[in-house]
């Protein structure tokens, strides 16, 4: 059986105006009583795990504000969490937190996939890009406490791993929790900011490099979507501050640290999937933005 502890892996907590703590869902009920909030009992601060929940490279984020209001940036926009506010930080974005008000109280829920699990879900999930142009949006305070409550639901399967299909459970009740939270956004798409002609494009481009990520050439995304490369390349820069190459880059790279570190595939094997040319070349490739070879790279980090 395969690993499916590496395949998914789940953390959950509040942010208060202090930093970040890490509890189960299912304590989180315990200390919220929700809707009435128990601020006292968020105990044992850990400011550390703030900074771990901002890494977004293989991750979804789900955050929901249940008091006070957070300041965040994704990328290069800025969005305020007021209360029933909700959240989602998908994969490979940019996430800081700006400003938090004193009373502030969100519960998160982040979601850790392997790359090839990731992937899958992204392609899957049919609309979850939308979550791209609109991450945040208001939600009423009855279904807040629904939200919860699957949050609840879904860590307790992830939690019962004496059975063997507890990861694909987990797997199935997270696309359910994305298709319940596309339905409330489809409520709330009125009010939304439409995207500009160029973020459009973007998130197109975005899309295509989940699905033909190994593919390198900045010219092949460039004909899928009709442009030029040029014009394309222009667009993308301007709208995501990287290149077209820093982003197949970026992407190639993260895949090749999930292969080193949670297979037992060989560096020639790994080479041929993320469409080098030769062994040779993807160890350039990899030693140039990590400082290490690929073996130099495996041997700490391997699970």
């Given at each position: 059986?395969?690993?499916?502890?590496?395949?998914?892996?789940?953390?959950?907590?509040?942010?208060?105006?202090?930093?970040?703590?890490?509890?189960?869902?299912?304590?989180?009920?315990?200390?919220?009583?929700?809707?009435?909030?128990?601020?006292?009992?968020?105990?044992?601060?850990?400011?550390?795990?703030?900074?771990k929940i901002t890494s977004i490279s293989k991750s979804i984020l789900f955050i929901l504000c249940i008091n006070g209001n957070l300041r965040i940036k994704i990328d290069k926009k800025q969005y305020i969490l007021n209360p029933y506010s909700i959240c989602i930080v998908l994969p490979d974005r940019k996430l800081s937190v700006l400003q938090k008000s004193q009373d502030l109280l969100t519960v998160f829920l982040h979601v850790t996939f392997s790359r090839d699990v990731l992937n899958a879900f992204l392609s899957e999930v049919e609309g979850i890009e939308k979550f791209n142009s609109i991450p945040s949006f208001?939600?009423?305070?009855?279904?807040?406490?629904?939200?919860?409550?699957?949050?609840?639901?879904?860590?307790?399967?992830?939690?019962?791993?004496?059975?063997?299909?507890?990861?694909?459970?987990?797997?199935?009740?997270?696309?359910?929790?994305?298709?319940?939270?596309?339905?409330?956004?489809?409520?709330?798409?009125?009010?939304?900011?439409?995207?500009?002609?160029?973020?459009?494009?973007?998130?197109?481009?975005?899309?295509?490099?989940?699905?033909?990520?190994?593919?390198?050439?900045?010219?092949?995304?460039?004909?899928?979507?009709?442009?030029?490369?040029?014009?394309?390349?222009?667009?993308?820069?301007?709208?995501?501050?990287?290149?077209?190459?820093?982003?197949?880059?970026?992407?190639?790279?993260?895949?090749?640290?999930?292969?080193?570190?949670?297979?037992?595939?060989?560096?020639?094997?790994?080479?041929?999937?993320?469409?080098?040319?030769?062994?040779?070349?993807?160890?350039?490739?990899?030693?140039?933005?990590?400082?290490?070879?690929?073996?130099?790279?495996?041997?700490?980090?391997?699970?």
């Amino acid at each position: 059986m395969a690993n499916t502890t590496s395949q998914i892996q789940l953390q959950s907590g509040f942010i208060t105006n202090t930093g970040a703590s890490v509890y189960p869902v299912s304590e989180i009920f315990q200390i919220l009583d929700f809707p009435d909030i128990r601020k006292s009992a968020v105990i044992n601060i850990n400011k550390n795990i703030e900074n771990k929940i901002t890494s977004i490279s293989k991750s979804i984020l789900f955050i929901l504000c249940i008091n006070g209001n957070l300041r965040i940036k994704i990328d290069k926009k800025q969005y305020i969490l007021n209360p029933y506010s909700i959240c989602i930080v998908l994969p490979d974005r940019k996430l800081s937190v700006l400003q938090k008000s004193q009373d502030l109280l969100t519960v998160f829920l982040h979601v850790t996939f392997s790359r090839d699990v990731l992937n899958a879900f992204l392609s899957e999930v049919e609309g979850i890009e939308k979550f791209n142009s609109i991450p945040s949006f208001l939600i009423h305070r009855e279904e807040a406490s629904d939200i919860l409550e699957f949050g609840s639901f879904i860590i307790k399967s992830y939690m019962k791993t004496d059975h063997p299909y507890h990861i694909e459970m987990t797997k199935k009740m997270l696309y359910a929790l994305i298709y319940t939270i596309q339905d409330l956004y489809i409520k709330n798409e009125e009010s939304a900011t439409p995207l500009t002609e160029n973020e459009a494009i973007f998130f197109r481009f975005r899309k295509l490099l989940i699905q033909y990520y190994p593919i390198r050439e900045p010219s092949f995304y460039a004909e899928k979507l009709s442009y030029s490369p040029v014009y394309l390349s222009k667009i993308i820069k301007e709208t995501s501050g990287k290149s077209i190459s820093e982003w197949l880059d970026e992407l190639i790279l993260q895949q090749a640290k999930s292969l080193l570190t949670e297979t037992n595939a060989t560096i020639v094997s790994i080479s041929r999937k993320l469409n080098f040319r030769d062994s040779n070349c993807f160890r350039f490739f990899f030693k140039k933005r990590t400082g290490l070879s690929p073996r130099e790279y495996r041997k700490p980090n391997k699970s």
